[in-house]
């Protein structure tokens, strides 16, 4: 390294494990990204089994549509794809930067977030198992899954979830409605809009004191001890993580019907919230899958729960929580409530994506506020999370470093950046309006969290 190259503002461990501690905003550029070249060995792997999620979805649709009218006639699970000039202008962009879009899986059909994608495949992989070893599809016509005797058949089964909150939603609604009898387990201080509400769709939520990886192994043994249970795990479910995925292709098609060319000179920034990761991992992946190195994913956590930067960061065996780190776990952001990361999601991000960065919670809330007021856009406080990223990568000392060192910086202008809106439809109008008058405060008062997007705070300069 020549004496004139920068250099990353926080590079060993302890120190990004020291800044992490101190709860302030960072972008952690991702080294072990350098290395990558066109593709992992395990790309083509991963390629068949995102192909198989697309397949499964493709045969599903005719049942999904009979099943919930809000996806007929189609049953395609999608979200639009939009432009926000107005949050851009908010967000402090200019006309001659680079193209700001949403990827509004706030939106999505059935269970209103992002799970929608992960966790109806996974069950959507079982229930296709299990009617093609009892050989229950009726002249290759999945709507025959809806027979009476069908959904009296699933009802031998129990499918269970560890959740926040949102996969327990995705899971629990398409289990209900395949006949399946669902269980969730849940940490206690999940929201309770959120067990309310699967409680009514027909699960059984279990609650358990403590953080989400408590409730997660909990209902792991649960399920291990009964033969008529399956556990979708969401630290290590392949099937989650091609669910997710098959969203690549879909933004893919949208950027190419709107005419954004994606290449080296014209690269495609993606900021996607993160809890244990599995969400953004595989949608990280599936860009990888279609975009190669022009596509750069960042990962948004809350500045006290960033297991998954806090991870990449670490020595590669290492799978530290944000406990061990002096940080509570807890946010507003409670689909990104997560004291560890996945290994699996570790493992397939750490040569893929661009970086990791954190997130204040009232920094949050001010980004839910100015998506409604200038977007009309309802997304939860998680999904705000990721407006945060161009403003980190252009403000921040590590995204700073980050555009000078991959030559980034140099095509910023041409690139299109894509926040992903991971969740927000099931939020009731009073939690939201909550919500949202918190925001609009922080955001007459921005001096309350300091210069929200301003990464790096002068001790952690100190340090570096
Ligand atoms: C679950 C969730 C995420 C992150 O997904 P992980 O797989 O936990 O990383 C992001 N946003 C929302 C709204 C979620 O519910």
């Not at 089994?49 to 699970?77: M, N």
């Amino acid at each position: 390294m020549t004496s004139d190259q920068p250099r990353q503002p926080l590079n060993a461990p302890a120190e990004i494990t020291a800044s992490l501690r101190r709860g302030r905003p960072i972008l952690y550029s991702n080294p072990a990204r350098a290395y990558h070249q066109a593709g992992s060995a395990a790309l083509p792997a991963h390629r068949a089994g995102i192909e198989d999620a697309r397949a499964r979805f493709g045969r599903f649709a005719p049942l999904l549509a009979h099943l919930f009218s809000e996806v007929a006639p189609h049953g395609t699970i999608g979200s639009r794809l939009i432009e926000v000039p107005g949050l851009k202008a908010s967000l402090g962009g200019d006309a001659t930067d680079a193209l700001l879009l949403v990827k509004a899986d706030s939106e999505l059909p059935i269970a209103g977030s992002i799970k929608a994608r992960g966790g109806i495949h996974a069950v959507l992989e079982i229930a296709e198992r299990l009617v093609l070893d009892a050989n229950l599809i009726e002249d290759g016509d999945y709507r025959s899954l809806a027979r009476p005797e069908v959904k009296a058949f699933f009802s031998h089964h129990e499918i269970s979830v560890g959740s926040t909150g949102n996969l327990g939603l995705s899971i629990g609604m398409v289990s209900a409605a395949l006949g399946f009898r669902a269980t969730v387990h849940m940490s206690d201080d999940a929201k309770e809009w959120k067990k309310h509400r699967l409680r009514a769709e027909g699960a059984t939520v279990i609650e358990h004191a403590g953080d989400y990886a408590i409730a997660l192994a909990a209902g792991r043994e649960i399920a291990a001890m009964d033969p008529q249970a399956t556990f979708i795990d969401d630290e290590a479910s392949t099937s989650l993580l091609y669910g997710y995925a098959t969203a690549a292709a879909e933004l893919a098609g949208q950027l190419q019907g709107a005419g954004v060319v994606v290449d080296e000179e014209h690269p495609l920034i993606v900021y996607l919230p993160c809890g244990v990761g599995g969400a953004p991992t595989g949608i990280a992946l599936g860009l990888d899958a279609i975009f190669g190195s022009a596509a750069h994913c960042f990962f948004a956590e809350p500045v006290e729960a960033p297991c998954f930067l806090a991870a990449m960061a670490a020595e590669e065996d290492d799978l530290p929580s944000v406990l061990d780190l002096g940080l509570s776990g807890i946010t507003e952001a409670d689909g990104l409530a997560v004291p560890r990361a996945s290994r699996v999601a570790v493992d397939i991000a750490r040569p893929i994506i661009a970086g990791a960065f954190t997130v204040h919670d009232d920094t949050m809330l001010r980004n839910l506020f100015i998506a409604h007021r200038d977007e009309g856009l309802r997304i939860e406080p998680s999904a705000a999370s990721g407006l945060s990223g161009p403003g980190m990568l252009r403000n921040s000392d590590g995204g700073r470093y980050h555009l000078a060192s991959s030559g980034l910086g140099a095509r910023l202008k041409r690139a299109t950046e894509v926040v992903w809106a991971t969740g927000g439809r099931l939020t009731p109008e009073y939690e939201f309006e909550a919500l949202r008058a918190r925001g609009e405060s922080v955001a007459a008062n921005p001096a309350s969290i300091g210069d929200p997007d301003q990464g790096v705070c002068e001790d952690d300069q100190a340090q570096a």
